[in-house]
């Protein structure tokens, strides 16, 4: 299965957008997956991701403000971000990272 992100560009703080990451197989029984990000000279971090029993995790830094959905039937996950603000500047990712999977990422930039 491989995943392609898409959606990302340049946007004010207090703008929203939505990233979508398409697979190329079957993701329904994939399970935890999620997006990550990683901002420059930074460490990768979840941003939100969903356990098989549903559950969903979010970052503190973005619990509020960014929703997390999964369409298995499209093999799709979506991350809508609103209120962005400039430390939400990263190259955002979708990964399961149990099963060694992650797309290439898509670059979310917010300006002042």
């Known amino acids: 299965v491989q995943l392609v992100e898409s959606g990302g560009g340049l946007v004010q703080t207090g703008g929203s957008l939505r990233l979508s990451c398409e697979a190329s197989?079957?993701?329904?029984?994939?399970?935890?997956m999620g997006w990550y990000r990683q901002a420059p000279g930074k460490d990768r971090e979840m941003v939100a991701t969903m356990s098989r029993g549903g559950a969903m995790y979010y970052a503190a830094s973005v619990r509020g403000r960014f929703t997390f959905s999964r369409d298995n039937a499209r093999n799709a996950l979506y991350l809508q971000m609103n209120s962005l603000k400039t430390e939400d500047t990263a190259m955002y990712f979708c990964?399961?990272?149990?099963?060694?999977?992650g797309g290439q990422g898509t670059q979310v930039t917010v300006s002042s």
């Open positions: 197989g079957d993701i329904s029984t994939i399970y935890p």
């Open positions: 990964a399961a990272p149990s099963m060694g999977l």
